[in-house]
């Protein structure tokens, strides 16, 4: 498939003062930073999550807690994919029933892959409570799912793309709007 | 990379690509096995048949296991209860299960190239789980992780496969697998059970596959010490005198190990004959591994019927 770059949405900047904003939003949030677990759904999910932990640290000097999630094996879709997908490691903290939840992605769309997360997490115990953090929140949800903590929402069409480039992944780092040809 | 094939029959035809991605989707699965709760809803509304015509407790169970840790229903047919004690064909067997629409069938079968067969009448993804004296792919598969998991690699291994190789799918499996991924792989046993001449199959692979002088010329030097079961079953041909003179010639005691590399381990695909060609000091001793085979067991199998039964 081609694509092509219609806007950026985000430089390094924006991202790294959206992701400042978010953090010191979950700081307020969440008196008691020692029960948080802050989650990054794979891919892109998992480097953001560990930037968060960064922030947070700066501004609070408390080391959150981090895991990964892969959500694959949790997919609605996948007894319709032609090919089966790489699955992942999930790796969460021994315990985290009672703790507060923290999940983590790039890009907020239909909502199944938080669907398919909140899944996940239940079979791994009974989280306190779970709060969702994205960098891009794009519309067009399917389910009933919205976020708690947006580095910035952004107005879409159906045929375009939000490309979260970060480096850990990309030659770049910033968001752009693509749109399939 | 995904896995394009409807069927997994054997190690023979599968790429270095495709085994590689078996071994680490198997990765994954060995964590959910820790896990409290042991299931993911993968495979939720597929039907996994295990088709049994040989006698197996760890096999079957093991994939019994898999599939239900992906959440298929899972359903067990032994020979001795089917219709094949009433005469019905190997085919007739096939196309009445595939008429109840299962996504994929497992089969044993003592006739090397049973699942073959059965795979050209079925859509279902047909699975290998031993077939005669020919193939045991995922036996191989989870021989290979359990090497993995200790060796870091397969490149320059030295892997030596003792006993049985003449009845041994095991020790078939094995050879394509790990000579593919650039292990040297030494067989040694009574020559009444060594096929001569197998090796030449090998010439062009990544590793190697010879047939050594002796099992101390083989074990010598081994990072790998992999001991094939005596086939209680099929040694009606009077291949060795017996079970006395083969436990000292060539099983595996704690004074023949000590010729292998002082970080060697020690692999059985069971069901083990102690005392017979491993000694029960080296079975329970600190080199074995062979617990931890039946454990990577359940996750090769998950990722095989992930791959090969979780899509359209």
């Known amino acids: 498939m081609d694509f092509k770059e219609k806007a950026v949405v985000m430089t390094a900047a924006d991202m790294n003062r959206v992701m400042a904003r978010m953090a010191s939003q979950i700081v307020e949030n969440n008196p008691d930073l020692s029960n948080i677990i802050l989650v990054g759904i794979h891919r892109r999910g998992v480097p953001l999550a560990e930037r968060l932990a960064n922030k947070i640290k700066e501004m609070d000097s408390v080391a959150v807690a981090t895991g990964t999630l892969d959500i694959t094996l949790y997919r609605d879709d996948l007894s319709t994919v032609a090919e089966q997908p790489v699955v992942n490691s999930t790796q969460l903290p021994a315990n985290i029933t009672g703790k507060t939840i923290i999940l983590v992605d790039d890009v907020l769309y239909t909502g199944r892959t938080v669907r398919a997360a909140l899944d996940e997490l239940i079979d791994f115990g009974r989280p306190h409570r779970v709060q969702l953090a994205v960098l891009v929140d794009r519309g067009w949800r399917e389910l009933p799912i919205q976020a708690d903590y947006i580095g910035k929402y952004v107005n879409t069409t159906e045929h375009e793309i939000i490309k979260v480039m970060l480096p850990e992944y990309d030659e770049d780092e910033r968001v752009i709007v693509v749109e399939t040809k | ?312």
Request: hydrophobic fraction near 45%; charged fraction near 20%.
């Open chain 2, 1 to 312: 990379m995904p896995l394009h094939r409807k069927d997994l029959l054997g190690i023979e035809d599968l790429s270095v690509e495709e085994i590689n991605l078996i071994l680490d989707t198997a990765e994954t699965f060995r964590d959910i096995n820790s896990r409290r709760i042991k299931k993911v809803p993968t495979l939720r509304g597929k039907t996994v048949i295990n088709l049994f015509f040989e006698a197996s407790t760890r096999t079957r169970t093991s994939f019994e296991i898999a599939g239900k840790r992906l959440s298929a229903d899972t359903i067990n047919i032994s020979a001795s209860t089917s219709s094949v004690v009433k005469g019905e064909t190997l085919i007739d067997t096939a196309q009445n299960l595939e008429a109840m629409a299962p996504d994929a069938i497992v089969i044993r079968h003592s006739s090397s190239g049973a699942p073959h067969q059965i795979a050209k009448y079925v859509n279902s993804a047909v699975i290998n789980a031993g077939d005669g004296a020919h193939e045991h792919p995922t036996q191989a598969l989870l021989d290979a992780l359990t090497i993995r998991h200790n060796k870091g690699k397969f490149a320059g291994l030295k892997v030596a496969i003792i006993g049985d190789v003449l009845h041994s799918r095991v020790a078939r499996s094995n050879a394509y697998l790990l000579s593919k991924l650039g292990a040297h792989v030494s067989f040694a046993g009574p020559n009444t059970l060594l096929p001569h001449g197998f090796e030449k199959q090998f010439a062009n692979a990544e590793g190697s596959v010879r047939f050594a002088a002796n099992v101390n010329e083989a074990i010598a030097d081994a990072d790998v010490v992999m001991m094939l079961r005596i086939q209680m079953e099929r040694q009606a041909g009077g291949f060795f005198p017996s079970l006395k003179e083969y436990s000292i010639h060539y099983g595996l005691n704690l004074k023949r190990l000590s010729l292998a590399k002082p970080d060697a381990i020690v692999l059985h695909p069971g069901p083990i004959n102690r005392g017979v060609e491993i000694e029960s000091d080296v079975v329970d001793g600190p080199y074995s591994v062979i617990l931890d085979q039946v454990a990577n067991g359940v996750a090769v199998r998950m990722a095989v019927l992930y791959l090969l039964a979780g899509g359209e």
